[in-house]
């Protein structure tokens, strides 16, 4: 259950942190790098976003995709998956839900023992200061390539903690260097060669959302399941 829940919290920690371009800098540094994530830290409230997520499993070469949206506000959080199979994905809190329409099925999570994965997890984006990734990460400056076009900071994290790096190896982020804002995440999983993808678009900080998103209502009749186990 574990992995099953740490999979699900990194899919919706899908976000970043800002907006300012870097101006006429020379080779980038990581403090620099950081620098710029805390500047952009400061005044973010909320994020709206289009996200694609490409599970690939390297033995058999198989790659599926999953596309939806993302609104965060605070430690509220709600994802739409939209396709191929619908899902709805709700942080309030300290409580984590995942709804499945299909089935008309709702899991809930009290985050518990497990807050301290969450939210090593969110510590990459939502308003974050880069400074604060290295409290849970070994952060390196990778490069700066470019990506759909466009010249990004390229960030590897390691986790600190044994027990996530028994979970994920590493990550890697691309952050636009025009805006500070992410284009791209890859997740490696542990004991595989085992990865994916975390793709965005249409990424609108400060949205404005109606609290009414992130309220916990499902339909009548949905059966409530709370998973126990470890």
Wanted: glycine share 8%.
């Amino acid at each position: 259950m574990l992995k099953r829940f740490l999979l699900a919290c990194i899919f919706v920690s899908l976000a970043g942190a800002g907006v300012a371009a870097l101006q006429g800098h020379a080779a980038l540094s990581l403090e620099s790098a950081l620098d710029q994530l805390d500047t952009q830290a400061h005044g973010f409230h909320s994020l709206a976003a289009d996200v694609e997520r490409t599970k690939v499993t390297v033995v058999v070469n198989d790659r599926s995709t999953e596309t939806g949206s993302i609104l965060v506000h605070g430690d509220h959080m709600r994802m739409e998956i939209k396709a191929p199979d619908a899902r709805t994905i709700l942080r309030t809190g300290d409580s984590f839900f995942i709804f499945n329409p299909k089935l008309n099925r709702v899991e809930e999570y009290n985050l518990g023992k497990y807050k301290a994965f969450a939210d090593q997890y969110l510590l990459l984006g939502f308003g974050t200061p880069g400074h604060e990734l290295k409290k849970g990460y070994l952060v390196t400056l990778r490069g700066e390539p470019t990506l759909d076009g466009k010249k990004t900071c390229e960030l590897e994290l390691t986790p600190k903690s044994e027990a996530m790096r028994n979970q994920i190896s590493k990550i890697q982020l691309w952050f636009d260097e025009s805006s500070w804002l992410p284009l791209q995440q890859q997740f490696f999983e542990t004991g595989s060669d085992d990865y994916f993808v975390i793709r965005y678009s249409n990424i609108v900080r400060n949205a404005k959302i109606d609290e009414n998103e992130f309220k916990p209502h499902w339909p009548k009749g949905v059966e409530k399941v709370k998973p126990q186990g470890d």
